[in-house]
């Protein structure tokens, strides 16, 4: 299938600022270049049942906010292949065989899985008063994540610094499943990681050191500028930068993190033109004579000039609900099929394709005639 795309996001809520610096604005740029033979976004609903199994209501309406997300930011049906995890079976079934070929000890080692299962209290050793037993789908969703990433062969997988454990784990499988049936079926990916530093891992805006939605620090793509802008006017900044004499810290100020992310070279000329760029902006406020108020309005332009298009986007697809299922159910038939190609040459390679194999029937056959 030549060089090939594959992402996603789990649908437990709305996406917000660090899902688009972090993947969601690359995807877009990704798409129109059109080096890439053929993309893949998908909306990981089975990823989310894995923790939210009590809850499947708050997976199923939040199927539709992230598909609004993805076109509002730009993401093109008729480029890439938009698709639910659930409506391909197919997944489920390489799961179950790439899960023979990797053992618990493998799965208690992934970085990613350790920290996942503190953020939601789970517990791998049963359960106790403030910690829940850990599900076994939780625990073996990197199993499933390589599925997803290996049903198209994907070569790419654009995605934040902390899913690296989760790609090379994928890649782990993919040499065990081609080395173990002698073939070269699968394709080991290559993660594409964001190039400005900022965007990799988004602070939330009271300075913890990722924005979740379970913390509540984080600006959604699809807030209105009254909420994004009350959310920017509480970031937090320097703590020792209590007077606007004073010297402040731009390394671990949010209202800066987020300008690294998001500022570009003449949004200084459109909004703020008493600074050529955020190089002198960040001089003066390290020499005190600055404002934190200042700072976080010009943020506050910086990011309703990016947002106000997607606003426009979102507003425009939630018209008509219907025609954007219809998008997802037509990328989920195309994404089946490649699915089921992938799942018949696995199947080939590892001899259990019986009702095909001509040869075995007919050796079978031959077999119990001579008996």
Known sequence: M???????????GKLHLGHYVGSLRNRVLLQNEGNYDRMFVFIADVQALTDNADNPEKVRQN?????????????????VTLFIQSQIPELHEMTQFFSNLVTVQRLQRNPTVKSEMVLRGFNSEGEDDNRRGLPVGFFTYPISQAADICFCKATTVPAGEDQEPMIEQCREIVRSFNGTYKCDVLVEPSILLPTNLACRRLPGTDGQAKMSKSLGNCIYLSDTPKDMEQKVKSMFTDPGHLRVEDPGKVEGNTVFTYLDAFCEADDFAKFWPEYANLDELKDHYRRGGLGDMKCKKFLINVLNDRLDPIRARRHAY??????????????????????AQTLHEMKDAMKINYFDDAALIAEQAKKYQSA
Do not use: F, H, M, W
């Open 2 to 12: 030549g060089r090939v795309i594959l992402t996603g996001d789990r649908p437990t």
């Open 318 to 339: 939630e018209q008509d609900i219907p025609a954007v299922y219809e998008i997802l159910k037509k990328g989920s038939e195309a994404a089946r099929e490649v699915a």
């Open 63 to 79: 199927i539709i906010e992230v598909a609004l997300d993805y076109l509002s930011c730009g993401l093109d049906p008729n480029k």
